[in-house]
């Protein structure tokens, strides 16, 4: 092979690794704006979101009050106490305090379910985010190991070795 022909194939490899490059770049440039455009929107769900379980905790609490201030008020202004309808405090205070400690127990239960329910939620994202971190590592381990297979491959077929097998 003479000078000449080496230069030439010299300058067609550097232009086809340097047009691979600016592929490459220009590429992974484009993933990373987009990857950047849909952080900016991350934040702005999340506190949407959030603004959205506010509002309709807020307005249950409402509904509660209202439901309980009607139903107070009707008791209030019906006859139930007049005296053909009149229930003996005997009778019903029992029930009354029974119906409050269940109501309570009942309370006291679903509130500790609720608990144990969000701290396994919680967990459950926490051990999410740990596995993505896990995978990236993992991503890292195979990017290093696929780099070092093709410099070992480089290396192991020089250009001349190249010429002398393809050729």
Request: hydrophobic share 35%; proline share 2%; no cysteine.
């Amino acid at each position: 092979m003479t000078d000449t022909n080496k230069i030439k194939e010299n300058t067609t490899t550097s232009t086809i690794a340097q047009d691979s490059s600016e592929m490459f770049d220009t590429y992974k440039h484009g993933v990373l704006k987009v990857t950047e455009g849909i952080s900016k929107f991350q934040p702005q769900y999340a506190q949407s979101i959030s603004n959205l379980q506010q509002e309709y905790l807020q307005m249950t609490k409402q509904f509660v009050d209202k439901v309980f201030a009607a139903q107070r008020n009707w008791a209030a202004s019906s006859n139930v106490t007049s005296t053909s309808t009149t229930i003996p405090t005997s009778i019903y205070a029992p029930y009354a305090d029974q119906f409050r400690r269940q109501s309570n127990e009942i309370t006291a239960q679903a509130l500790s379910v609720f608990d144990t329910s969000n701290q396994l939620a919680i967990n459950a994202i926490n051990a999410a985010r740990e596995n993505v971190k896990l995978y990236g590592k993992a991503m890292d381990a195979v990017t290093e190991f696929n780099n070092n297979v093709a410099h070992a491959w480089s290396s192991f077929f020089s250009t001349e070795q190249r010429h002398q097998y393809f050729a």
